[in-house]
Each structure stands twice: as C-alpha cells, then as structure tokens.
C-alpha cells in the first residue's frame, strides 16, 4: 500500500516541480498559479498519507526502530534549517535554545526527530506572534532526556488536552478554519514516543500558549517478552456442528 500511493503522489509532485521550474518552457501568471495549487495539494495528501502509513506500521507492530547515537545539537541543528520555511509571519520567531550538558542519545534519531518535526509545525501553525521555543534537558537521575516545544499560541483548555491526541481530532477555533491539518501528527507523535519507551505531555492555558514535551530514554532499550507465548495445539478430531470453534482452541503454555 506504501508503494501504491506514494508512487502517484511523487509523479504528480515531480511533474509540477518540473512546470515550475519552466523546464518545458514559459508560464503564464495564472498557469503557475494554478501549478502551485496543484503542488500543494500533492504535498498535502503526501503528509496524510505518511502518517496514515506511520499509524498503520505502529498499530500493527511492523514499524522499526533503528537506534544510532547522535547529538542533540546536531539534530536542532537539521530542524532549524528543514522547518524555517515555515516561517511566513514576521512577529514570529523560532528559538532552538542552546543544549548543553545533554550526553548523546542512542535511540532512534528519524523518529525523535519526526516527534519534534509535529510538535513544531503545530506550534508555527496555530502561534501568530511572539516565539516558538524549542529546548531539551537531561535528567540524570532517570537517565531521560525531555525535548518540549513552548509557544506563545492560541493554548488550548484543559478539558481538550487528552482529546488532541486522538486520531483525525482537530479543535474549533477561528484559525482552523485558515489552517489544514490531517489530525493525525500529535497521534502519531504519542506512539512513536510510546515505542521508543518513553511519553508525550501537553499543558497550556487558553490564550497564552502551550507547551508539548516528549520524554524519551537517552538509550533505547528493546522490548523483551516477559510473559510465556501460548501455543495453539489444533486437535485432530473434527468436532459436531453444535461445538464449531472449541475443537481446536486448546490452549498450552510453551
């Protein structure tokens, strides 16, 4: 399925990057226009359609996780550069704080990564002025590194903090409506903070901003199995029509 609906979106992509670029010659005003619409369409099903994937791959236990040690200051580094075109609004800035005393994490560097990528896009969206404020500490004790994302936003009320995390959940309010979302990313970032055995928070107060943290161990730890699996024993005997499933669900620890 991966293959199947991704390899459209990237034709349509790649053909609309080629118009714009004018490589088979000079657009009019209102044909790049509409080209640019066509792009951002692509590029917003392509979002969708990732995290649907990402959502798919958690849920059924498929997805991988690839620790590798890294820098904290290296990949604030990478998230400074990839998300400052999302910086449309002068009266807006984003402040990666500067890290220090936080050893390397060896865990999953492209899913932390895509945890902070949501939470971030999510703050630039619904914070019209002011900052969106990006730090990480390291707690000795517990050996876990917290990265949160503060924002001087729109914040949001008590009562909705749990439901933002359910799937294609989105809140009403006036800049939802200027504002296209999947609802899928702040899901999504919960379980990939659950997978890397760690936890995602929210709080924030209506009109003055939240601030989302996502707590991870600094290493990955494997998930071990700490109970027995059960083993299906099918019998050889075909039962009557009045017991059809007993048969053959008996049922031996291993």
């Known amino acids: 399925m991966s293959h199947e609906f991704r390899t459209p979106l990237n034709s349509i992509m790649a053909l609309s990057h080629l118009l714009l670029d004018r490589a088979d010659g000079p ?23 990732n995290d649907l994937l990402d959502l798919a791959k958690v849920e059924a236990g498929k997805i991988i996780v690839r620790p590798v040690e890294f820098e904290v200051e290296n990949m604030f580094g ?128 209506v009109g003055v901003g939240s601030t989302f943290a996502a707590v991870v161990p600094r290493t990955y730890v494997p998930r071990t199995k700490t109970a027995p699996e059960d083993e299906v024993v099918v019998s050889a005997e075909r039962p009557g029509r009045d017991a059809p499933f007993s048969w053959w669900r008996t049922i031996r620890a291993r």
């Open 78 to 205: 990478a998230l400074r550069g990839m998300l400052r075109p999302l910086l449309v609004n002068e009266s807006l800035a984003l402040v990666f704080e500067p890290v220090d005393g936080i050893p390397p994490l060896y865990t999953d560097e492209g899913k932390v990564s895509q945890i902070l990528r949501n939470f971030i896009s999510n703050a630039l969206k619904y914070t019209e002025r002011g900052e969106v404020r990006v730090r990480a500490a390291h707690d000795p004790e517990a050996d876990t590194v917290s990265f949160e994302v503060a924002d001087t936003g729109i914040g949001i009320a008590a009562e909705e903090q749990e439901r933002i995390f359910e799937e294609f959940v989105q809140l009403e309010n006036p800049l939802q409506h200027r504002i296209k979302g999947t609802g899928l990313g702040l899901p999504l970032s919960r379980r990939l903070a659950e997978l890397l055995g760690g936890h995602v928070t929210v709080h924030g107060t």
């Open 27 to 49: 657009l009019t005003p209102e044909q790049a226009k509409q080209v640019t619409f066509i792009r951002q369409g692509a590029n917003a099903l392509t979002e969708l359609v």
